[in-house]
């Protein structure tokens, strides 16, 4: 009888390691739980798996009046005149610190100076290249926090909005940067 048990738990052991599988974890039981199919929010899919809805789309649209967690949305109109508002009467929140500084001009030469170049001349790597013409030096423009802010998330003219890439902080550290650029080239 010891014996039995003896070659059961042997034979147990070399059926549960012959199936394992370095790449991935092991035994899983309900695998949907580890790799769940992703749904994007308006794609189509194939049959009914949302309990019968007639329109396939209702069952994945946010509810009403719902935002996603952790986006704060911006008051203000992406208008001709939600712009100049924006220009008169928004300021920077975050304090003018070292660390608020080296933030946005990280991120603008991440996300801004491909186009505006380095130094905020309109002379990035894509002008040069002639993929985008037409952008502006900071120079030449009358801006203010407000309307960097308001061009930052809405885009203006052919850039688009980067309100995506950038959280509200992110984008008052580049505004931050973008002033101090706008400042140093009409000096």
Not at 120 to 126: E, M, W
Not at 159 to 181: C, F, I, P
């Given at each position: 009888?010891?014996?039995l048990v003896k070659v059961l738990v042997v034979v147990g052991m070399i059926g549960f390691t012959s199936c394992f599988n370095k790449k991935q974890s092991n035994y899983q039981f309900f695998p949907n739980m580890y ?153």
């Amino acid at each position: 009888m010891k014996v039995l048990v003896k070659v059961l738990v042997v034979v147990g052991m070399i059926g549960f390691t012959s199936c394992f599988n370095k790449k991935q974890s092991n035994y899983q039981f309900f695998p949907n739980m580890y790799e769940s199919v992703g749904y994007e929010t308006y794609q189509e899919v194939e049959g009914v798996p949302y309990g019968g809805f007639k329109d396939k789309m209702e069952a994945q649209l946010p509810v009403d009046g719902t935002i996603k967690r952790g986006w704060i949305p911006f008051d203000i109109d992406n208008t001709t005149e939600g712009r100049a508002f924006a220009k008169d009467s928004l300021t920077n929140p975050l304090p003018k610190t070292e660390a608020n500084m080296a933030t946005g001009k990280e991120l603008f030469d991440i996300y801004c100076s491909v186009c505006h170049g380095k130094k905020g001349k309109g002379d990035g790597a894509l002008v040069k290249s002639e993929k985008f013409l037409g952008v502006p030096n900071y120079k030449d423009r009358d801006i203010t926090e407000g309307s960097i802010y308001h061009t930052i998330y809405y885009g203006l003219n052919s850039m688009g909005s980067h309100a995506g890439q950038l959280n509200e902080k992110e984008r008052w550290q580049v505004t931050m940067y973008v002033d101090k650029l706008n400042a140093d080239l009409t000096k």
